[in-house]
Structures are given as C-alpha cells and as structure tokens.
C-alpha cells in the first residue's frame, strides 16, 4: 500500500494465489468481466494456466478458451435438467426431444467424463463416483436431492415435491412446470420475517442500520452511504457522499489522483456532496470525455437467446433479417445511445457503429447495448481490415 502497510483484502480464506486452471460454464465470463482488454492482452497470455469452456455457442470465452468442449443445447439434452429464475417463480424440469446434431453431450456428462479421466489417471475413485448417476444416465436422481433440500420446495407441514410429478404437469401448470413455493404472488420480499418471526439473515437476525463489523466502520460502510462508482463518473472515482460522524473511513494513504483500478476501488475518502461535485475524475483532467455504461437487451439474457435471429432481431432498433448492409454480422449489430451534442464531436463518421439520439442521457454519456458479438480486439482487426 502507499502508506507502506501490506493488506490482503480478500480475508483469510480467500487469499489470491496463481491461477493455473480457469474452467467456466454457461456463462460468458470474458463478455461480462470489467477491464476485458487487461484480462484478454496482458493477464491471460502471461499466466501459467488452462483455459478451458463447456459452451454451445463461439462466443467470446470459446475464441480465447485454450479447450472448448461442446455441449447439447436445450433441445438436444439427452437427459434430464431444471431451472428457475430470481425475477419469476417459476420451477422448470426439461429434456430434449431430438439427438445432438454435432458432436456434443450433455454439461453434467461434461464433468461426469472429465471426472472419469481423473479416477483413471489416478487411480482414486472418487472422483467418478462424484457424478455416478450423471454417468448411468439418471439426472433425476440429483434433481430429487435439489428439492428434498430446498426451502421453496418443501416446508414443514407440506408434502416434498416430486420431480415425477413435476415432470407429468402434476402441480396445476404445463408438465415440466411448477410454481415455487414463496408464500405470495406477485413475490412479497421478506414475508416469512415479518408475518412469521424468521430472523433476517444477517448476523443478528434483525435489519441493521448500523453495521458495526470492524470491516464495515474501516470502509465508511457502518451506515448507508453513496459512493460514486469506482470508474465512468465525471468525480472522484468511488468517492463516500456522507457528512456523517459516525463514518470514518481509511483511505490507507491512496492519492485521489490514482488512475490504478486496484487502488481506487479499495480507497476509502469521505466527503460531504458540496465538496464531491467540485471533484473531477483524474481521467477527465488527461482530456478523457466521455464514459460508457453497458446494459443488457430487455430480449436477452447475457449473451443468450441473442443466438438465433429471431431474437437477436429485437435486440436494436435497426434489425434487419435481409442483412442488407453486409458489413453487419447477422441481422442485429452493436448500438450505441449517445447524448446529442458529444456524440457529433465522437462519433463524427459513425462507420460500423450503430447511433441513436437520445435527449435524456447525461452529458458525455454513450450507452453501449452489449450484444451477441464481443468487442475483442481481434474481431476489431478484421471489421477494420
């Protein structure tokens, strides 16, 4: 640190050590991480590691992924899996109606395999019969453990539910489909703690509105505070907006004036809102302008669904299922939403970039919609040559 202190952040049990294996799973991990162009160019190359993907799609992690092992898509899913979802409800069992078309298996055979490998090279069993009935074909076996345990599943007084039952629409919806067990609909946060005595899950079992861990009163955090972000405002970066006397966080020696990631999202400055707006972020004063945020499509998740045309389509407002500007990648591309004025200034030839005008962002904001294809610097290279 720069007051000549040494501080691990991350606690005693996750203390960083060298990556050697980065193995990641229906999730685009390099679409969705901050700093990707450090991450791609200086990290990945120089670390001592495998990077491995399970993916259906050659999506960004597949392009940079050392191993790329497919997997079946929802419709060729040779055995049986479920879901749900934190915005609904709804509890889903599925398995696919036709056989993969490539040469492709199931995620959970994915590990199962892999884990085979293991008990081979070494001679330890465990490791296969970790996943023995993803191996004998019987998924449901595990799906039945999920619900036996789960809290929206089963409560006291009420019957387990069957994945059996699930699965033949025994529960009032389409088979395969259940509505979870939260108490209320549309979902009520909190129900259980306030009509039925549950403790809160914090370390008192009460709502706090003061926290008095030592971590919380060290970063300014004890109470609700706002903090600037720790990049893409026009102030200081992660700034603690509170006059407060109570908090009185350490900012450990961190210059305001620090343009390292790692140093400003761990300085800890307080400041009263009429001493924050006179801030400006030191990227600003090196002639910087602009900053960008990132949201996702209402039409998609991640980078998913925005995998077949048909909902790719609705992801911009110049979707066009004839590709007649070639240069698109399919029928959506990337969109930009730029404020008016500092987009003229910007974006003056607006070449492969699609730009919509809207009067309501912030000045110097430019709203980028993620989209099915990364902006990796080697697809840059191509659309350039």
């Known amino acids: 640190m720069p007051n000549g202190q040494e501080r691990c952040f991350t606690g005693k049990t996750h203390v960083p050590t060298p990556t050697k294996v980065l193995w990641y799973n229906n999730a685009n991990f390099l679409n969705q991480a901050k700093w990707v162009y450090n991450i791609i160019v200086n990290v990945l190359p120089k670390s001592r590691h495998d990077c491995r993907s399970a993916d259906r799609v050659d999506r960004h992690r597949a392009e940079y ?7 079946n898509s929802w419709v060729e899913l040779q055995d049986y899996e479920c879901g749900a979802s934190c915005s609904n409800p709804f509890l889903q069992v599925w398995k696919g109606g036709i056989k993969p078309v490539h040469d492709s298996i199931d995620d959970g055979m994915v590990f199962a395999k892999v884990a085979d490998a293991l008990a081979n090279k070494t001679g330890d069993r465990r490791f296969a019969d970790y996943f023995k009935f993803v191996t004998e074909g019987k998924g449901k076996v595990y799906i039945q453990r999920v619900f036996d345990n ?3 599943h089963a409560r006291q007084g009420r019957p387990v539910r069957r994945r059996s039952n699930c699965i033949a629409g025994g529960y009032g919806g389409e088979p395969g489909a259940a509505l979870m067990l939260f108490r209320t609909y549309p979902r009520v946060p909190f129900w259980e703690q306030v009509h039925d005595s549950i403790p809160f899950y914090t ?11 030592p971590e919380a009163i060290e970063y300014g955090e004890n109470l609700i505070v706002h903090r600037e972000g720790v990049e893409a405002t026009p102030y200081l970066p992660n700034v603690i907006v509170s006059t407060s006397p109570f908090v009185r966080p350490v900012d450990y020696g961190i210059p305001h004036d620090t343009t390292d990631p790692d140093l400003r999202q761990v300085r800890n400055v307080k400041m009263s809102w009429d001493e ?11 002639g910087y302008a602009f900053f960008c945020t990132t949201p996702k499509s209402r039409h998609s998740t991640h980078s998913s669904w925005s995998t077949v045309d048909w909902h790719w389509i609705w992801s911009d407002n110049f979707g066009d299922p004839h590709r007649t500007d070639k240069r698109a990648p399919g029928v959506g591309d990337r969109q930009i939403h730029d404020e008016p004025a500092g ?3 910007y974006w003056p030839q607006r070449r492969r970039l699609r730009v919509g005008r809207r009067q309501r962002l912030r000045p110097a904001l430019h709203r980028l919609e993620r989209r ?3 902006a990796a610097h080697r697809r840059f ?3 350039s040559a």
């Open 65 to 71: 992924s050392d191993v790329v092992l497919p997997v």
């Open 150 to 152: 789960s809290h929206h």
């Open 203 to 213: 370390d008192s079992g009460r709502l706090h509105s003061y926290c008095d861990i």
């Open 276 to 286: 924050a707006k006179k801030t400006v972020n030191p990227l600003w004063q090196q």
């Open 343 to 345: 987009g003229q200034r």
């Open 372 to 374: 099915r294809w990364p």
């Open 381 to 383: 290279a191509a659309w």
